[in-house]
Nanobody, 117 residues
Framework: QVQLVESGGGLVQPGGSLRLSCVAS?????????????MGWYRQATGKQRELVAA???????NYTDSVKGRFTISRDNAQKTVYLQMSSLRPEDTAVYYC??????WGQGTRVTVSS
């Protein structure tokens, strides 16, 4: 079974930056196996549905929701079994709990991002 642990959230002022990390681990879960999966970052604001923010495939193809294009960048380090979300020019509306997802069904516990002055 795979475990996903997110980190890097916190409180930041509008216009600021944060980098989120999500590390995958599990018995026998190697980097070679990790690289086969599409990884995604999702977020859920209070009172709203969880939404896809960005995803990266095994071939490093990426896609982003429109509201973060040009501000967020998803990347991965397969050897470290880690996916990153670099967030810049943060806005109050980016405030949410951010979750990473491996493949179709494995979720992390989330890390909270608050953008406020």
């Amino acid at each position: 079974q795979v475990q996903l642990v997110e980190s890097g959230g916190g409180l930041v002022q509008p216009g600021g930056s944060l980098r989120l990390s999500c590390v995958a681990s599990g018995s026998g879960f190697s980097g070679s196996f990790f690289r086969l999966f599409t990884m995604g970052w999702y977020r859920q604001a209070t009172g709203k549905q969880r939404e896809l923010v960005a995803a990266i495939t095994k071939d490093d193809d990426t896609n982003y929701t429109d509201s973060v294009k040009g501000r967020f960048t998803i990347s991965r380090d397969n050897a470290q079994k880690t996916v990153y979300l670099q967030m810049s020019s943060l806005r109050p509306e980016d405030t949410a709990v951010y979750y990473c997802k491996l493949g179709a069904t494995s979720w992390g516990q989330g890390t909270r991002v608050t953008v406020s002055s």
